[in-house]
C-alpha cells in the first residue's frame, strides 16, 4: 500500500482519504477491536482536533505527519471502532507513539489519550501478527527488562566488556551503529557499573518515626543504578521513614502495560500486591517515573479481577513518587549547601502522567547554594519511552540528540532527572555530542546535601 499522511498545521484531518488510505492492507481477522477493553468511543469523541498536541508530540515534531501526531492516532482508533481492520499501517502509527503523555498535558479538552492508546495496543498485541524479526526483537526484550535477576546476570559480563576497553573501541569505529542499530543502542545506553552493597529488608527511621514505607527497587534501577536506590533509602530514614525492601518482589509491570501486554503486566501486579499488602505499610514509595505512572493505575489494571480490585485500589492509594512524599511530609534534615548549577529534566510519566512537577524543584529549592536552571523545549520527550528506544533506535537518537543539545546549553554542570531511562538516553546522547555534563537522580542530589559531601561526588565523571 502507499502510506498516505497529511499534514495541515493545525487543521481537520480529512477523514474520507485517511479512512482510504489506511484500510488498504486487508483485515487481520475481521475489524480492528474486539469486545475485551477495547478504546473507549466517548473518549474518542472528545477530541476535537485543535491541534495544540501537535508542537508536544515528539514523532509530529521528527516527521510533521498527521498520523503520528496524537489527534491522527484518535482517528485512527475512531476509523477502528467503526469496523475498519487493524492494517500494517494502522498498527505502524500506534507503535511510533511513545506514550510520553505530552500531548494529555497539553490538550485543552481533557483528552484522556493515555487510556485510549494503552487500551489500543493490548488490542494490537493480542490480534495483530508481526512480522518475525519484530517478535523475535520483543519477545527477547520482555524475557530479559522485567526480570531483576536476569539483569544482573548480564552485569559480569558487562563490567568486562567496559573495562577491557572493547566499548570505547567499539564507539569509536561507528559500525556497530551502522551495522546493528539496535545492539548500537543498548550498547551506548549501559551505564558504567558500580559495586553498590544493596539495602537491606528494613531500614529504620533517624530519630522520630514519622511513617512506615514500602519501597519499589526496580528492574533496571536496581541492576544498573543501586546508588539511586541505596541514596533514595538514606534519604526516606533521615526524613524519618522506616522502610520496608521485601527482597522478594519483582517488577510492577509498567514496561508490559505500556507496551499492551495486560495479561503480563496483571500477573506482576498481583504478586507485588502480594509481596507488600501485609507489610502494615502507611505509603508505597517510587523513584522511577515510568513504574510510577503504572503503579497509580493498578485500580484499572486490576479493576475486572474479583480477587483483587479492591486490594489493588487500596495499593494504588498509597502510591508515591519519592519527590511527593518528601514534600508531603515536609523537611526534617538539614540541608547543607551544594553549590553547583543543575539543570532539571521533567521525565514524561513523572511530569505528564504523573503530574508531578513542582515537588521535584521544590526540594531542589531546600537546597542552599544549588542553581536550577530551565531546559528549553521541556516538554519533547528525550526518546526513552521504556523501550521505545530499542524499537526505534533512529528516531530515539534524533529525539536524544535534541535533548542533550537543550541541556548542554543551559550550561548547568550537573543533569538531574527521576528516570533510569532518561539518565541512560541523555548520557548515551551526549557522548555522542562530545558534550560534558554529570547526571544524577533527584534522590543523589538530596543525599549528597543532607549528608554534607559536596558537590565534587555528584560531578565526578563529568
Not at 502510506?3 to 481477522?29: F, Q, S
Not at 520482555?142 to 535477576?149: C, L
Not at 543539545?405 to 532518561?422: F, I, Q
Not at 547526571?439 to 565534587?456: E, F, M, N, P
Request: aromatic content about 4%.
Amino acid at each position: 500500500m502507499t502510506d498516505v499522511h497529511a499534514t495541515h498545521g493545525t487543521g481537520e484531518p480529512p477523514p474520507d482519504a485517511l479512512r482510504a488510505a489506511e484500510a488498504t492492507n486487508g483485515p487481520h481477522g475481521g475489524p480492528a477491536f474486539d469486545a475485551d477493553h477495547p478504546p473507549s468511543a466517548d473518549l474518542v469523541s472528545d477530541c476535537v482536533h485543535c491541534g495544540f498536541c501537535l508542537t508536544t508530540c515528539p514523532t509530529y515534531t521528527l516527521w510533521g505527519e498527521e498520523m503520528d501526531s496524537p489527534r491522527g492516532r484518535i482517528h485512527l482508533i475512531g476509523q477502528g471502532l467503526d469496523g475498519e481492520p487493524l492494517s500494517d499501517s494502522m498498527v505502524r502509527h500506534f507503535d511510533n507513539c511513545l506514550g510520553c503523555m505530552a500531548c494529555v498535558t497539553a490538550c485543552p479538552s481533557g483528552v484522556k489519550y493515555d487510556r485510549l492508546i494503552e487500551d489500543t495496543r493490548a488490542q494490537v498485541e493480542r490480534r495483530h501478527e508481526r512480522g518475525a524479526r519484530d517478535r523475535a526483537l520483543r519477545a527477547a526484550i520482555f524475557a530479559v527488562f522485567p526480570y531483576p535477576r536476569r539483569l544482573r546476570v548480564l552485569k559480569g559480563p558487562l563490567r568486562a566488556y567496559q573495562k577491557s576497553g572493547l566499548q570505547r573501541l567499539v564507539a569509536r569505529t561507528g559500525l556497530l551503529r551502522r551495522l546493528a542499530p539496535t545492539l548500537a543502542t543498548l550498547d551506548g545506553l549501559a551505564p558504567r557499573l558500580r559495586s553498590v552493597p544493596r539495602p537491606p529488608a528494613r531500614v529504620r527511621a533517624r530519630g522520630t518515626r514519622r511513617a512506615v514505607v514500602g519501597m519499589l527497587t526496580g528492574c533496571v534501577q536496581s541492576a544498573f543504578f543501586p546508588e539511586v536506590n541505596s541514596a533514595t533509602v538514606r534519604v526516606l530514614a533521615a526524613e524519618g521513614c522506616e522502610v520496608l525492601i521485601p527482597p522478594g518482589q519483582g517488577c510492577c509491570g509498567a514496561l508490559s502495560v505500556h507496551n499492551g501486554r495486560r495479561t503480563e503486566a496483571q500477573r506482576f501486579a498481583r504478586r507485588l500486591i502480594d509481596t507488600f499488602e501485609s507489610t502494615g505499610m502507611d505509603y508505597f514509595v517510587v523513584n522511577a517515573a515510568g513504574c510510577g505512572s503504572s503503579l497509580k493505575e493498578y485500580d484499572q489494571l486490576l479493576a475486572d479481577d474479583p480477587a483483587y480490585a479492591s486490594r489493588a485500589a487500596a495499593f494504588t492509594a498509597k502510591v508515591r513518587d519519592l519527590s511527593e512524599l518528601l514534600v508531603e511530609l515536609g523537611p526534617v534534615a538539614h540541608r547543607h549547601p551544594l553549590p553547583i548549577t543543575v539543570a532539571y529534566h521533567d521525565a514524561c510519566h513523572l511530569g505528564h502522567a504523573q503530574g508531578v512537577r513542582a515537588q521535584p524543584r521544590a526540594l531542589l529549592a531546600q537546597i542552599p547554594g544549588l542553581t536550577v536552571r530551565p531546559i528549553a523545549d521541556a516538554e519533547i520527550c528525550c526518546g526513552s519511552a521504556g523501550v521505545w528506544n530499542v524499537l526505534n533506535p533512529g528516531p530515539a537518537a534524533e529525539l536524544g540528540d535534541r535533548k542533550a543539545a537543550a541541556v548542554l546549553d543551559t550550561g548547568a554542570e550537573l543533569l538531574v532527572t527521576a528516570n533510569p531511562g532518561c539518565l541512560m538516553q541523555v548520557a548515551d546522547a551526549v557522548r555522542r555530542r562530545g558534550g560534558s555534563i554529570a547526571l544524577a537522580h533527584t534522590a543523589q542530589v538530596l543525599d549528597a546535601s543532607i549528608r554534607d559531601l559536596g558537590g565534587a561526588g555528584l560531578l565526578r565523571g563529568r
